[in-house]
């Protein structure tokens, strides 16, 4: 199928490691003119070589802390300024600390506020000007927004709060030709579980190929995911052969998600 992404222009934050390196390479295999970011230099910079190698695909690496408004924004005035236009929008970040509700402070829900839910806010705003010709915003979000997760009471708040937006926002924004989506991956093999499930088995006193077992019996398809098969789902919805699906909340959890 031709997703109809070749040559667009396409953002993806926070996309030095993990499922946002993953979209933006297949979005790249897709022939898109892909724009990452990060807030670490040297790891942006290794993450375009590394998606450059595997692709062909030349990647502009850019540093932007999604925490910080002026850095947004800086952000997407270099790419519309280069490109002339935004198509493609991929909000990410990293997820915000574990712990139950009375670890956390005033502080700290403000500090989850700002990188998980404020920043889709300023991407969608600053992007809107440069997505003249429609567009496609997919929000990377959790399967907590379907079914709140033990220990990660920040994550699990502000998740759904980026779904409510989303999904607000498809109406909006559906007569400008801009279709939005949250897609919510489940137990995906990243960096980001591996210290979930770390966490987990120290815990509970077990080792982390325990605590990965335990959890993988839960699952229909009996595995983790791989973060190659989350992308390809989120980089249909971010295409042009999505041309009905908006507004939506997709999780990608190999059915382990038992809510209707």
């Known amino acids: 199928m031709d997703l109809g992404l070749k040559d667009k222009v396409a953002l993806v934050v926070a996309a030095s490691k993990g499922l946002g390196m993953a979209v933006a ?35 502009l690496p850019l540093v932007a802390d999604v925490g910080r408004a002026e850095e947004i924004k800086d952000l997407i005035d270099t790419v519309g300024k280069r490109y002339g236009r935004i198509d493609v929008l991929i909000t990410n970040a990293g997820g915000p600390p574990s712990g139950k509700f009375l670890d956390f402070d005033d502080g700290d829900w403000e500090d989850a506020f700002v990188r998980n839910f404020l920043s889709v806010v300023r991407l969608i705003r600053g992007s809107l000007p440069w997505m003249t010709n429609g567009g496609r915003v997919v929000a990377l979000a959790s399967s907590s927004v379907r079914e709140p997760l033990p220990g990660l009471v920040l994550s699990n708040a502000m998740r759904a709060g980026v779904a409510a937006l989303i999904k607000t926002l498809a109406e909006e924004l559906a007569d400008r030709g801009i279709l939005l989506n949250t897609v919510c991956p489940g137990r995906i093999a990243t960096d980001r579980l591996i210290e979930l499930d770390s966490l987990r088995a120290q815990q509970t006193g077990r080792s982390v190929e325990e605590v990965r077992q335990e959890i ?45």
């Open 216 to 260: 993988e019996v839960t699952i229909p398809l009996k595995r983790y995911g791989e973060p190659a098969e989350f992308a390809r789902v989120v980089a249909f919805l971010a295409s042009w052969a999505n041309t009905y699906v908006t507004g939506q909340v997709l999780l990608v959890d190999g059915g382990m998600v038992r809510a209707l």
């Open 25 to 59: 390479k297949q979005l790249a295999q897709e022939g898109a003119r892909v724009v990452i970011s990060s807030r670490n230099a040297s790891r942006i910079q290794a993450a375009a070589e590394a998606i450059q190698q595997e692709t062909g695909a030349s990647v």
